[in-house]
């Protein structure tokens, strides 16, 4: 495939800016190794909207191996042609391919009929695949990448093993998977055992797709490649550290999935629990997988389990209810489409939580996340406290206004920090703001969240998925809250707000009211 490739392979696969600034530190990987990935579920949403528009991506930036397959799986009845074409138009409405990059594309993509409970259909997929690795000289290599509903994983799983393709034999073998991993501590148990008895951990690729967000990638880099911020980075310095993640969008046509998790599952299992730990980690002694997942792992074990009294104080749970979003009128919760009507399942949560260990003893962690509020806004404030002593409280008084760092994910991506300076002209103190946007300076390729996971996948990089033991510690310390609330404890919040009177406290250090 190599007249598919414009650029040299390792310039494009981390994206080098077209104009290289020389003092960039740059690690520029490369997919070498032929590869078949094979995609479970791929007449489904997430594989036409999100999957192939990212393997699209990677292909025409230069980014897959020379050699590689695509073969789609799924229960519906397809030709190899009528499966192309179905991703031409999945693709098309999406970021788009020339057609004649699309063309060499298409030649890569392949289709197979296969039922996900059935032995003999994995049978028959795997002297596909065999056959189609010698003709065309794709090697063992084979990415599983599961985009059917959990429900479907167990199965998938066991006939994937009991047909040889668990074995790493004469290559690798990773598995794919995508939250929910289970529902609770112990179905993820279940889950897990089911899995790991076929597949070892090193072949378990468990995205997060939070994780993949370069201003997320970025934290890690912000706290651990400057020496200016980490020396502050603890409770000697720090009040409280905020983390939401506003959405407007409503459960769209998800209600089935949603209304049986709800936000603490759908949210805060995952991406909320990952963003806490990117904060609250103590810095690996290297920017590796096992490295980086083992300090995780410890703040997962360090978070202050929730009281009674935490439940009554420290969370606050709310479903929206109908209101104007966007210019146009949202339905409530209970009135979309699959929802019941008695539903208590909550569409937002704030919570208070804490992390017991040396760093952060008594700092408090407030978490917010929400649908169907005033904007969408995933943002991180770690607010400093005041300075000890004013020698100017003869001036402006005591209160001098403290520091502020916030970390915007998106949209708008930046880091920017609050401080203090004087205002020309009389003698004003005055808050000023000094604002990184993210992409300033940049003009080289962006890898979509999609497209950076399945690339690690074939690098064999962990480092962005989670590892089991996180994946239990995080619903442990959500067991508590996951029951059904007493219908006078959730809320109401009129959609397109930022969610009920309630939260107010936990909204205001965003600078936001309900
Ligand atoms: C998903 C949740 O994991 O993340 C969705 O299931 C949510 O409910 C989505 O809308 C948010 O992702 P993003 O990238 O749009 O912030």
């Not at 720090?238 to 459960?251: F, K, L, Q, R």
């Not at 805060?268 to 997942?293: G, K, T």
């Not at 509020?373 to 209160?399: N, W």
Request: glycine share 6%; proline share 6%.
């Amino acid at each position: 495939m190599a007249d598919a490739q414009s650029p040299a392979l390792a310039e494009v696969v981390l994206g080098r800016p077209k104009n290289p600034d020389p003092d960039a530190a740059c690690r520029f990987d490369q997919v070498e190794a032929p590869v078949t990935i094979v995609i479970f579920g791929v007449t489904g949403d997430l594989a036409g909207r999100m999957l192939m528009p990212a393997l699209a991506s990677l292909f025409a930036g230069g980014h897959l191996p020379d050699n590689f397959a695509i073969v789609g799986a799924s229960r519906t009845d397809l030709t190899d042609e009528s499966f192309r074409e179905r991703m031409r138009t999945s693709i098309a409405e999406h970021d788009g391919i020339s057609p004649d990059l699309w063309d060499k594309m298409a030649a890569r993509l392949t289709y197979r009929q296969v039922h996900y409970d059935d032995p003999a259909s994995f049978r028959v997929l795997s002297d596909y695949l065999d056959e189609l690795g010698q003709s065309a000289g794709l090697g063992g290599n084979r990415i599983y990448y599961l985009a059917v509903p959990p429900t479907a994983y167990e199965d998938i799983a066991i006939n994937l093993a009991m047909a040889g393709l668990a074995d790493e034999v004469r290559g690798y073998a990773r598995l794919v998977i995508e939250k929910p991993f289970g529902r609770d501590l112990q179905t993820a148990r279940i889950l897990e055992q089911a899995l790991h008895t076929r597949f070892a951990e090193h072949q378990i690729f468990r995205i997060d797709h939070y994780l993949a967000k370069e201003t997320v990638q970025n934290i890690l880099m912000l706290r651990f490649a400057n020496a200016m911020f980490e020396p502050l980075w603890n409770r000697r310095y720090v009040d409280y550290v905020s983390i939401m993640a506003a959405e407007s969008i409503g459960v769209e046509h998800r209600a089935s999935y949603y209304d049986h998790f709800g936000v603490l599952r759908d949210m805060f299992q995952n991406h909320m629990m990952q963003l806490l730990s990117l904060c609250a980690i103590e810095p690996p002694s290297l920017f590796e997988a096992e490295l980086v997942r083992d300090e995780k792992t410890k703040v997962f074990r360090a978070l202050r389990p929730f009281t009674q009294r935490d439940l009554a104080e420290n969370l606050i749970l709310g479903q929206y209810a109908s209101g104007m979003a966007g210019g146009v009128r949202a339905p409530a919760y209970l009135d979309e489409e699959g929802v019941p009507s008695e539903s208590l399942t909550p569409t937002f949560a704030a919570m208070k939580v804490y992390v017991d260990n040396w760093r952060w003893q008594g700092v408090p962690f407030y978490m917010v996340s929400g649908k169907r509020l005033a904007a969408k806004r995933t943002e991180i404030a770690v607010q400093f406290k005041p300075v000890p002593f004013s020698m100017f409280r003869e001036l402006f008084g005591d209160h001098i206004k403290a520091n502020r760092l916030t970390l915007r994910i998106q949209p708008d991506e930046q880091v920017s920090l609050t401080f203090q300076a004087k205002a020309p002209g009389p003698m004003c103190l005055r808050s000023v703001t000094m604002n990184f946007n993210y992409y300033q300076g940049y003009e080289g390729p962006a890898l979509t969240a999609y497209a950076k996971v399945l690339l690690d996948c074939m690098l064999g990089d962990q480092t962005l998925f989670w590892r089991q033991d996180g994946v239990e510690l995080c619903w442990k310390f959500l067991e508590p809250m996951l029951g059904d609330p007493a219908p006078e404890r959730l809320y109401l919040y009129k959609a397109g707000s930022w969610g009920p009177q309630e939260a107010g406290r936990f909204l205001k250090v965003h600078g936001l009211t309900p």
